[in-house]
T-cell receptor, first 113, second 117 residues
């Protein structure tokens, strides 16, 4: 089993839809969970960051972590064409450079107007 | 601030050739990283550095070398290019978090697209 599993999609939705993106993981030591957004032919940029379990909301974006199920989610409300990108989940066991980040494969999202 | 810059943007190499991918950041970040991203795959860490003069291997270091003589620069060297090294290479940097260690916000460059034929 890979350490981080993420459905690559592609996922196509109409403008205004609620989008749910998910990752599962196997390493119970992961405590830091991130979502990065990557536009086509660009580098990733941090979208959301959560420590341990719980929810975090930022505008139209909500990140959820369920450590008991080893499952993390990113919800996008009122999706916009500008949200069309690849979304990468990333996680880490502890705050040290050597452990770095373990990335999922990314889910490609397309929002049509 | 330019952030993280990478050169070149694109490169085609023949098998066995060598090249250096350049990476520079102007944010005075201590931590720097090199990743590769293959189509449909996530980012794999090649090498990282916690400061000038200190580097260490990541998940996929074979076939690559790095150096870090200054805070700003972190070049990645491919000595004998192989088709398996065809990929998009991203350089990233991060600052020291309040609690110590690297921040989880890594700042990425635009990438170098390398093809080895």
């Amino acid at each position: 089993q890979k350490e981080v599993e993420q459905d690559p999609g592609p996922l196509s939705v109409p403008e205004g839809a609620i989008v749910s993106l998910n990752c599962t993981y196997s390493n119970s030591a992961f405590q830091y969970f991130m979502w990065y957004r990557q536009y086509s032919r660009k580098g990733p940029e941090l979208l959301m960051y959560t420590y341990s379990s719980g929810n975090k909301e930022d505008g139209r974006f909500t990140a959820q972590v369920d450590k008991s199920s080893k499952y993390i989610s990113l919800f996008i409300r009122d999706s916009q064409p500008s949200d069309s990108a690849t979304y990468l989940c990333a996680m880490s066991a502890r705050n040290q450079a050597g452990t770095a980040l373990i990335f999922g494969k990314g889910t490609t999202l397309s929002v049509s107007s | 601030n330019a952030g993280v810059t990478q050169t070149p943007k694109f490169r085609i190499l023949k098998i066995g050739q060598s090249m250096t991918l350049q990476c520079t950041q102007d944010m005075n970040h201590n931590y720097m990283y090199w990743y590769r991203q293959d189509p449909g795959m996530g980012l794999k860490l090649i090498y990282y550095s916690v400061g000038a003069g200190i580097t260490d291997k990541g998940e996929v270091p074979n076939g690559y070398n790095v150096s870090r003589s200054t805070t700003e620069d972190f070049p990645l060297r491919l000595e004998l290019a192989a088709p398996s090294q065809t990929s998009v290479y991203f350089c990233a940097s991060s600052y020291v978090a309040v609690a110590g260690g690297p921040s989880y916000e890594q700042y990425f460059g635009p990438g170098t697209r390398l093809t080895v034929t």
